[in-house]
């Protein structure tokens, strides 16, 4: 993308001190993901959709997004000499495959940012060396870059290395072989931060209204942030007292009880939210983004109560696969920022993020003597031993010896 910003500058397309402005109109655009199937001009015109439904944004922002666009589809593609455009459109042509083969196997829109984009730094590390990236050798290569010189966490590099084994397994068609004997990076194994009851009280002081709910939600039920925020109002059962958590992670269905003090408050909250959807409706919009096929297999059913979000934005957007405006659930990273501005004003000193409260409630859960298998199920984990790391919490805050200090007479 330094590339497209030379080129503008260097042909006077814009002054140097709003490039960088032209640039992230770019990278918003490319973020979208649209196909390349589209024209030009269709790609430009969705573009410029999805800035008319931001209110954030003025009329010169959105003048400007376009022209930046403009800029770099007309202008600046047509410039790359033969030999890079050759090179750009393979990987182009790569990564349009992955998307398609992440979509068709039915992987979290999410998932799929993050492969294609681990993809994608693989290929320009392959390029950049002159390595052959189709080879399994530049695999470990790679790997060992990432594990050496840039210093990765481990979990970082074994995301990287996923998403390189489903381009090899499922794009290129080929198996890697060879790369046990790689430089891996080292795993650490910390204990997660739990809070304490009395601190769980003092973060929710901090709160009212759906701000309060939403964080005592995921406490109350050990929802990760992700299925809280993707939450379907037909998951909700008040008359059993459950909410049915759909495609978590590993793509598996559980069952959580719903905490009887939030059951009135949320009533009262879901009509309200109801009445923004008929709103909607009567807009010509309320449609919902449907898993899998079900778009198809019933037309009518993004329109339909039930398959509404529990919490939705509250703005409209362009969905960046289909180009329909729609009322998109609330991002993770809102509630990551909800939770952290509560912790600095409670004044908790420990490193808490919203996960930190799915840690408490199986940790609080294991004081209060619920059975460990139940707490797997409730979690969702896949292997006992994952669970298995809260009995270690509670030792370590229950059978902690006491210090020779306090034997003193």
């Not at 198809?296 to 039930?306: D, V």
Request: include cysteine; hydrophobic fraction near 35%; aromatic fraction near 10%.
């Amino acid at each position: 993308m330094e590339e497209y910003r030379r080129y503008i500058e260097e042909n006077n397309f814009v002054s140097q001190d709003k490039s960088s402005f032209f640039l992230n109109w770019v990278k918003r655009f490319l973020r979208m993901g649209l196909s390349n199937i589209l024209s030009n001009q269709d790609k430009i015109k969705q573009f410029a959709e999805s800035l008319a439904v931001d209110n954030s944004l003025q009329d010169w922002q959105r003048d400007q997004a376009k022209h930046a666009v403009e800029l770099y589809l007309n202008m600046y593609l047509n410039s790359v000499n033969k030999e890079s455009m050759g090179e750009d459109l393979q990987f182009t042509q790569i990564l349009n495959r992955t998307r398609t083969a992440l979509r068709l196997k039915h992987y979290a829109y999410r998932t799929e940012q993050t492969y294609t984009d681990w993809i994608k730094r693989y290929l320009r590390h392959c390029a950049g060396e002159k390595i052959d990236f189709e080879k399994s050798s530049s695999v470990k290569l790679y790997l060992t870059f990432l594990a050496v010189e840039k210093k990765v966490a481990a979990g970082t590099q074994n995301q990287a290395f996923n998403s390189i084994l489903f381009l090899f397994r499922n794009i290129l068609q080929k198996e890697l072989k060879d790369i046990k004997d790689t430089v891996r990076a080292k795993q650490k194994q910390n204990l997660p931060a739990v809070l304490s009851v009395a601190e769980i009280k003092s973060l929710f002081n901090q709160l009212e209204g759906t701000r309060r709910m939403i964080l005592e939600l995921i406490y109350g039920t050990g929802m990760r942030v992700s299925e809280l925020t993707r939450l379907r109002i037909m998951n909700i059962d008040f008359d059993n007292s459950h909410i049915v958590i759909k495609d978590g992670k590993g793509s598996k269905d559980r069952i959580v009880s719903l905490p009887k003090k939030l059951e009135d408050d949320l009533r009262i909250y879901l009509s309200k939210i109801r009445e923004i959807h008929n709103k909607d409706l009567t807009q010509g919009y309320g449609e919902v983004y449907l898993p899998y096929a079900l778009s198809r297999k019933y037309p009518n059913a993004s329109r339909e109560w039930g398959w509404q979000y529990v919490f939705p934005s509250n703005k409209q957007s362009v969905d960046p696969r289909s180009g329909k405006v729609r009322r998109h659930h609330i991002l993770d990273q809102t509630v990551q920022k909800l939770m952290k501005k509560a912790v600095r004003s409670a004044g908790i000193v420990k490193k808490a993020t919203v996960h930190t409260l799915r840690h408490s409630f199986a940790t609080h859960l294991l004081m209060n003597g619920v059975n460990i298998r139940e707490i797997q199920e409730l979690l969702g984990h896949k292997n006992l031993e994952t669970t298995m790391i809260y009995t270690h919490i509670v030792r370590e805050m229950n059978g902690a010896p006491r210090s020779p200090l306090d034997m003193l007479d």
